[in-house]
């Protein structure tokens, strides 16, 4: 659907958290032209828009729409997306104990994850800068995401996959009519072969923080974490970290809320959960590196978390740090454990990206990281039904 409405983004420019360059947010943007950094965009956020405004606005992501970046909300291409409910932890309270639980189920949203905020985002501002093919490397999620808006949309989408995504991630591309391209490899493998290609082709790269949009839309799971705590932060939140963009995107949104006068200052600890196939970012976290190396341990039930080195490694291990964060690895067999357990005591199918977190809690909880009392956020990015071939019942 798009929707033919009047201009509301406050966007004002683009800008490189690295080197502080500025770039034009009227033409097409991939990264900073002087430094390759993700680019951030920036709003003006001194307008007195109140809390107050959101009263009686649609229960989607565009809700948010003026700290979004669509100009001209007739270019906004939006299947419903976003204000995904929270979820407390109801028949397992002997693991949390003193602490309050809570799941974001992002499985409800279009496409069954939450790909569809940030990837609703990046088509849409694409549709308003008149791009005409998007490519971009997927682990699954993602590439149907795209796949489903660009259809929405009437813009190509090219979509390349490793062969070892699970079959249902690849029938749901073809089904939205994009082009699949399979490749023996990683998501960096399909990234480096979409980035030949869309040099040689002049297509529009939607690849993970190589484009300033996709993180604006992941950054909503951030303002509606605040509205729906009532305007307090958790203590602690759990991420699933592969490419890192939530995580970038949360942290990014408490800060524009901030500014805003929604928020106070206080800030919850930041967790990174990682595959131990690739867990980069925790061995640089435990060993005060700035950046993480690159690291791809093969196959994991956990197609979104194997991404072998992140693009912005190095914002991630800095909200982490900014946060008082930390970061912990979780194998398959933890993963698919806890996945089960969570169906059959709290009746939620959630993605093995989102168990890995339950058991990650457990943990931190038992090793008394998380401490009593706290209030706890572990953000389950989607739905188990599709990951059913990776999963041994």
Not at 337 to 355: D, F, N, Q, W
Request: proline share 5%.
């Amino acid at each position: 659907m798009i929707i033919e409405l009047e201009q509301s983004s406050l966007l004002r420019a683009l800008k490189c958290p690295e080197c502080g360059t500025s770039h034009e947010v009227t033409v097409i943007q991939t990264v900073c032209t002087s430094c390759a950094s993700t680019l951030f965009a920036q709003y003006d956020l001194n307008t007195g828009i109140t809390k107050d405004s959101l009263v009686g606005r649609p229960a989607n992501m565009w809700r948010y729409k003026e700290f979004l970046p669509v100009s001209n909300e007739k270019y906004i291409v939006t299947l419903g997306e976003g204000f995904t409910p929270v979820i407390p932890v109801c028949q397992l309270k002997k693991f949390t104990s003193d602490n309050e639980v809570f799941w974001k189920d992002e499985s409800g949203n279009p496409t069954g994850s939450f790909k569809a905020r940030g990837i609703s985002a990046a088509v849409s501002k694409a549709l308003e800068l008149g791009v005409a093919v998007i490519a971009t490397p997927t682990a699954g999620n993602a590439g149907g995401a795209l796949a489903a808006y660009a259809a929405r949309a009437g813009i190509k989408a090219i979509v390349y996959m490793p062969k070892q995504t699970p079959q249902i991630f690849k029938d749901e591309c073809r089904l939205y009519g994009a082009e699949l391209v399979e490749v023996d490899g990683s998501i960096s493998d399909c990234g480096r072969l979409v980035n030949e290609q869309a040099l040689v082709h002049g297509w529009f790269q939607l690849s993970t923080l190589k484009e300033p949009y996709r993180l604006e839309g992941k950054k909503t799971m951030g303002y509606e974490i605040a509205e729906q705590f009532n305007w307090q932060l958790p203590d602690v939140i759990f991420y699933p970290t592969g490419g890192g963009t939530g995580l970038i995107g949360i942290w990014k949104a408490f800060d524009e809320m901030e500014q805003l006068g929604w928020i106070g200052s206080k800030r919850p600890r930041m967790v990174a959960v990682q595959s131990e196939s690739c867990d980069g970012i925790v061995k640089a976290f435990q060993t005060n590196k700035p950046v993480a190396d690159f690291k791809d341990g093969g196959f994991t039930i956990a197609n979104g978390l194997r991404v072998p080195k992140p693009y912005a490694d190095r914002v991630i291990l800095r909200v982490l740090s900014e946060s008082n964060g930390t970061a912990i690895t979780i194998t398959d067999e933890e993963m698919s454990s806890a996945l089960k357990e969570i169906a059959r005591h709290e009746g939620m199918l959630i993605a093995p990206e989102g168990a890995a977190l339950w058991q990650a809690f457990k943990k931190l909880k038992a090793k008394g990281w998380v401490r009593p009392g706290e209030t706890v956020l572990l953000i389950n990015t989607g739905s188990g039904y599709k990951y059913l071939e990776n999963v041994v019942i």
